[in-house]
């Protein structure tokens, strides 16, 4: 066959929604590397995202799910169904996946969204619009990145933990952290030499790896580093310059946590 008369390859048109625009951008960046993706658009509110679908036929809908306003399921629910884009739900919550697999998602991804799950899931996706023939697929995932290195041996107290920084696993020392800020599913390290680490993580799972004798979570968006503490007022700590609130449903706790290591 010649290929100058073959039919062009076909291409998925995506939309992207989430309220955190380090979200949506996490998205664009996947979408960017692959050739069969076409990112139209990024929205950070439901009602944009509805009024542009209203109008603009599109094939994917990346759709996070707790939002202010309208939500993503509720998003979903509106969409006609089998005419309506095929949904992609990301979120950082796995409560959802099954109202989200009774309204027919294609795939349900849970933040931190790693790059192979994300082919896996496009891929999938591309396959069932159906290549043209005589077309090669959808390029396959990748193999799985390479695991963190292993923990400490017994016995042995561990002093850094890694987290994913844009491709890559960054080794951040527990010594080097003042405060680490919450930004709803990325959370900021901010360390003693003045540079800020973003990291698409959640706090439980940080939590789980950081000493609890060195660190304590003070409010829904803030742990900060024991040591680091400048001073304690009512209702704030001060950490490297910056006042932090310390949230009423975290108070007790750590006011008990200061006092046991003589703190105060």
Known sequence: MDDSLAPPPRILTCVA????????????????????????????????????????????????IEMPGLTGMQLARILPPGTGPRIILTTAYDQYAVQGYELGVADYLLKPIAF???????????????????????????????E??????????????????????????????LYIEGMKDYLMIYTADGSKILTLQSFRRVEEVLPPERFARIHKS??????????????????????????????DAFMGLIRTHNLL
């Open 17 to 64: 929604v989430d309220d955190e625009p380090l979200a949506t951008a996490v998205i664009q960046r996947y979408c960017a590397q692959l050739p069969f993706l076409n990112l139209v658009g990024t929205f950070h509110e439901a009602l944009s995202a509805l009024a542009f679908l209203q109008t603009t036929p599109v094939d994917v809908l990346f759709l996070d």
């Open 116 to 146: 192979q799950r994300f082919v896996q899931a496009v891929n999938r996706l591309y396959q069932s619009f159906g290549a043209p023939v005589g077309l090669p697929a959808a390029p396959a995932a990748p193999p799985p990145a390479a």
């Open 148 to 177: 963190p290195a292993p923990p400490p041996a017994a016995g042995a107290a561990a002093d850094a933990m890694f987290v994913k920084n844009e491709h890559r696993l960054q080794r951040v020392a527990f010594a080097d952290i």
């Open 222 to 251: 803030f742990i900060v580093a024991l040591g680091r503490i400048e001073h304690v007022e009512r209702g704030k700590v001060q950490v490297a310059g910056r006042l932090l609130p310390v949230g009423d449903a975290y108070r």
